[in-house]
């Protein structure tokens, strides 16, 4: 992904969309995107407390976590640092799948793989950006969470994402706003995002 100054504001682009358009939005978060948190939490606070899922799915459905490229086996002894990019997947096929689980039994042949604990848990809370990547089954469910509150993704991904769905994409988009001006859903394909980064922040419509 692009990585641009923190001090730097993109814009934002808030859509209320259908249940099936906003499936598609979940694509985005293979690539990556930004988001703030506060540091200084383990990394099963950070994703529960902070992030709002499930404790009960954080165990049971997601199956390999990464961190860093490490493979994280307990989620309350690893915590997130400033740029970090973490990965989130459910059960992958095969014997690489296997041995990318938590708590594989696969594990001592991954162990330069593994996360381990370096020096000391970090001081008081602070707050940073890192990098998350959804991945299968994850994507799906948790995708919508995170359009929810708002990702920082590149603009290039999304314009990319637009453009080669757009007959799909276009009925489903109810309401559109670039910052806090209300536009017509065609706006977001005039507009040429390729060269910046941009906050998408993208609800379900209510009944």
């Not at 359009?147 to 007959?167: C, F, K, M, V």
Request: net charge neutral; with cysteine.
């Amino acid at each position: 992904m692009t990585v641009s100054s923190s001090d730097f504001q993109p814009p934002r682009i808030s859509l209320t969309v259908t249940p099936e358009v906003l499936e598609r939005f979940c694509l985005l978060t293979g690539d990556g995107f930004r988001i703030r948190v506060r540091l200084g939490d383990s990394l099963r606070d950070t994703l529960c407390r902070q992030w709002g899922i499930d404790s009960g799915y954080l165990d049971g459905r997601i199956q390999t976590v990464l961190l860093d490229g490490q493979v994280v086996d307990d989620p309350d002894a690893a915590w997130l640092t400033p740029g970090a990019t973490l990965a989130l997947s459910a059960a992958m096929p095969g014997i690489a799948g296997a041995m990318l689980r938590k708590q594989s039994p696969y594990a001592p042949m991954r162990s330069r793989l593994s996360y381990a604990r370096r020096g000391s848990e970090p001081g008081g809370p602070a707050e940073g950006e890192v990098v998350v990547k959804l991945f299968n089954l994850v994507q799906r469910e948790l995708g919508p969470l995170f359009l929810h509150q708002g990702i920082r993704i590149s603009g290039r991904a999304l314009q990319r994402l637009l453009a080669g769905r757009w007959e799909a994409f276009r009925p489903g988009i109810l309401a559109a706003e670039i910052g806090a001006e209300a536009v017509e859903p065609r706006a977001l394909l005039d507009n040429k995002w390729e060269n910046q980064e941009v906050v998408l922040a993208v609800r379900r419509a209510t009944a």
